[in-house]
C-alpha cells in the first residue's frame, strides 16, 4: 500500500509537470496572441488543475503513511537536508503551488469571455511551475 502510492505518487508527477506546462504555453500563446478566452480554453487549464489535485490528496496521505514523511520528523530533521526536504520544503512548496494553480483557474473561470483568462493561467501556473520544479526531491526521481 506505502509503495504503490509512493509509485503513483511517483508517476503522477510526470502528468503533473506536463499538464501543468501545457496549460502554461498554450495560456501564453493565447494571451499574446490576444485572443478570446472561451470556456474551451478554461477546459485546457483543467489539464493543469486535475493531476495537481490528485497529487495533492496523494502527497497528503504519503505524507502520513511514508517513513519519508512525518515519521521522519524526529530530533535533528532540520539538519538533515534530506529528510527537511522531505518533511518541511517539499510538502509546504507543493501546497503552496497548488494553492496558486487553483487560484489562477479561478480567477480565469470567472473570465470567460474576456481575454485575461490566459494571463491569470499564464502567471498563477508558471509561478506554481517554478515553485514545482525547485522542490522535487531531484535525487530519488525520477529513478535513481
Ligand atoms: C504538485 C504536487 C507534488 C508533486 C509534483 C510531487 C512530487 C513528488 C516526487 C517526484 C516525489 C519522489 C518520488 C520518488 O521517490 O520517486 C515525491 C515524494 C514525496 N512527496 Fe510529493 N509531490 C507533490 C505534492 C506533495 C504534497 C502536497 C505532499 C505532502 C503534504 C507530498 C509528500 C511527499 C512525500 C512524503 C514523499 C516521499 C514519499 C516516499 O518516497 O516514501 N508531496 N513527491
Ligand atoms: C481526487 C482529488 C481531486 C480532484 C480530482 C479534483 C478536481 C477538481 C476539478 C476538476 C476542479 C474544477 C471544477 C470546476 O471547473 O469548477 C476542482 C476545483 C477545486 N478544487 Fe479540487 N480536486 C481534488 C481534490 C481537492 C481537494 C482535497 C481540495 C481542497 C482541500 C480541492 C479544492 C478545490 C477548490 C477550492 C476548487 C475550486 C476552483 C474554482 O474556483 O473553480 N480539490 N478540483
Known amino acids: 500500500m506505502d509503495t504503490g502510492l509512493q509509485h ?13 506546462l501545457i496549460s502554461v504555453i ?5 494571451w499574446f496572441g490576444n485572443k478570446p478566452f472561451t470556456d474551451k480554453d478554461r477546459k ?11 497529487q495533492w490528496v496523494l502527497g497528503i496521505i504519503l505524507y502520513f503513511v511514508s517513513p519519508l514523511g512525518i515519521a521522519s520528523a524526529t530530533e535533528g ?9 522531505y518533511v518541511l520544503e517539499h510538502p509546504l512548496m507543493m501546497i503552496i503551488a497548488v494553492v496558486l494553480i487553483t487560484i489562477g483557474y479561478s480567477r480565469a473561470k470567472r473570465m470567460v469571455g474576456t481575454g485575461n483568462g490566459f494571463k491569470s493561467i499564464a502567471i498563477f501556473y ?15 526521481w525520477p529513478g535513481n
Open 44 to 54: 485546457l487549464g483543467l489539464l493543469g488543475l486535475i493531476p495537481a489535485h490528485l
Open 8 to 20: 503513483l505518487h511517483s508517476y503522477m508527477s510526470y502528468l503533473v509537470l506536463a499538464g501543468v
Open 126 to 140: 508558471g509561478i506554481a511551475l517554478i515553485l514545482i520544479l525547485s522542490r522535487l526531491p531531484w535525487h530519488a
Open 77 to 85: 530533521f532540520m539538519k538533515n537536508s534530506i529528510s527537511r526536504l
Open 26 to 30: 498554450v495560456a501564453l500563446a493565447g
